[in-house]
């Protein structure tokens, strides 16, 4: 399998802030990476997907850079709506899908 | 647009088997386009994929749990299923029913549904 490990594994941050999460593979997965978002009690929410492309709908504060085995989430000022859980996602080898342990956005 | 529902029993005795649907509106289950999947999260912990259906009745299940699992699909129904045999207190996650794109080979989840918390005990 492939392991991803997300970092860091929580932060905290103040509207406005500029956040950066890294997503990292075990092996390469050239830009087989997907990001998601998931509030308390809800099922996660896809944001970005291929690494880089903006799910139709998802504003454009966020933003996905990465391929390889090292990929990045940002958002580039903090909205209080962005309070939630981030998961990468990688579907370069399907058997099996993996996710990242997740990171949690908090409130400063 | 789709709509995903996760319908079934919350609480499932440990050694029997765990049975899910997933029923889908706004769009045809027999869709070329699309791959139906299971997807569960235990309490306070991350994701995990747990398999995918296509139309067709071809699976792709995950070799952790793929003993265990059988996704099935009901095309008169526009619904496809879950079960998963044996079930132990590990078992106990929200379970969630998601899409993604047959067509592509990115395995992106796009639609999901709601989640339903299933809890294994006596």
């Known amino acids: 399998d492939i392991q991803m490990t997300q970092s860091p594994s929580s932060l905290s941050a103040s509207v406005g802030d500029r956040v950066t999460i890294t997503c990292r593979a075990s092996h390469t997965i050239s830009s087989y990476l997907n990001w998601y978002q998931q509030k308390p009690g809800k099922a996660p929410k896809l944001l970005i997907y291929?690494?880089?492309t903006l799910q139709s709908g998802v504003p454009s504060r966020f933003s996905g850079s990465g391929s390889g085995t090292d990929f990045t989430l940002t958002i580039s000022s903090l909205q209080p709506e962005d309070f939630a859980t981030y998961y990468c996602q990688q579907s370069y080898t399907t058997l099996p899908l993996t996710f990242g342990g997740g990171t949690k956005v908090e409130i400063k | 647009q789709l709509q995903l529902q996760e319908s079934g029993p919350g609480l499932v005795k440990p050694s029997e088997t765990l049975s899910l649907t997933c029923t889908v509106s706004g769009g045809s289950i027999s869709s070329s386009s699309y791959y139906w999947g299971w997807i569960r999260q235990p309490p306070g912990k991350g994701l995990e994929w747990i398999g995918s259906i296509y139309y067709s009745g071809s699976t792709y299940d995950n070799p952790s749990l793929k003993s265990r699992v059988t996704i099935s699909v009901d095309t008169s129904k526009n619904q496809f299923s879950l079960k998963l045999s044996s079930v132990t207190a590990a078992d106990t996650a929200v379970y969630y029913c998601?899409?993604?794109?047959?067509?592509?080979?990115?395995?992106?989840?796009?639609?999901w549904g709601q989640g339903a918390l299933v809890t294994v005990s006596s």
């Open positions: 998601a899409t993604h794109k047959s067509y592509s080979s990115d395995w992106y989840l796009d639609y």
């Open positions: 291929a690494a880089s």
